[in-house]
């Protein structure tokens, strides 16, 4: 049973670079056509889609994000980033991971989420 | 973008209780739309795709109807399980984009 699990720091100071990562587990994240998905929640709010990385590598950002946004895979640890560049406070949020499958595009399967606080 | 807003913010309701929540889109998703179900402190579960059918393992007692702008969730019996947060997902065209929820509580 594949699983995702979220992981970086969990405080971030402004104008810095959130970077968090998304392991695979229970499968591989070269295999199929996977839509490996970054979405975000400020707290008590709602769902903000971030973007993907399709399995052969495409991207798909979010414009609102895109000048800052990077998001890659790495098959040899079998995860998956998120880089978001020159941060402020209103990118303090929930980050989950998640994966929706080539053609599908509903999200089935997500990570448990991680706190990212943009602070000093 | 295609802005998806759910009606409404918040619904009361008591257990046994047969419940819709709306989402409507600013533009045509076709039938691209999904919901889902949020609790306190835990990831979206999908619920429906294709804005009608039903994921596995979801109970029966959920349904989703519309096409186009226009889309329902209905949940037919109210059970305690059921007090959460439901979102709506188009994935017609990018970028994706969610409603803001609907909280239903006792």
């Known amino acids: 049973q594949v699983q995702l699990q979220e992981s970086g720091p969990g405080l971030v100071k402004p104008s810095a670079t959130l970077s968090l990562t998304c392991t695979v587990s229970g499968g591989s994240v070269s295999s199929g056509s996977y839509y490996w998905s970054w979405i975000r929640q400020p707290p008590g709010k709602g769902l903000e889609w971030i973007g993907y990385?399709?399995?052969?590598?495409?991207?798909n950002y979010n414009p609102s994000l895109k000048s800052r946004l990077t998001i890659s895979v790495d098959t040899s640890k079998n995860q998956f980033s998120l880089n978001l560049r020159s941060v402020t406070a209103a990118d303090t949020a929930v980050y989950f991971c998640?994966?929706?499958?080539?053609?599908?595009?509903?999200?089935?399967?997500w990570g448990q989420g991680t706190l990212v606080t943009v602070s000093s | 973008d295609i802005q998806m807003t759910q009606s409404p913010s918040t619904l009361s309701a008591s257990v046994g209780d047969r419940v819709t929540t709306t989402c409507r889109a600013s533009?045509?998703?076709?039938?691209?739309l999904a919901w889902y179900q949020q609790k306190p402190g835990k990831a979206p579960k999908l619920l429906i795709y294709k804005a009608s059918s039903l994921e596995s393992g979801v109970p029966s007692r959920f349904s989703g109807n519309g096409s186009g702008t226009e889309f329902t969730l209905t949940i037919s019996s109210l059970q305690p399980d059921d007090f959460a947060t439901y979102y709506c997902q188009q994935y017609s065209s990018y970028p994706w984009t969610f409603g803001q929820g609907t909280k239903v509580e006792i």
């Open positions: 990385v399709y399995s052969r590598g495409t991207t």
């Open positions: 533009q045509s998703s076709s039938s691209w």
């Open positions: 998640a994966r929706a499958t080539y053609g599908s595009s509903w999200y089935n399967l």
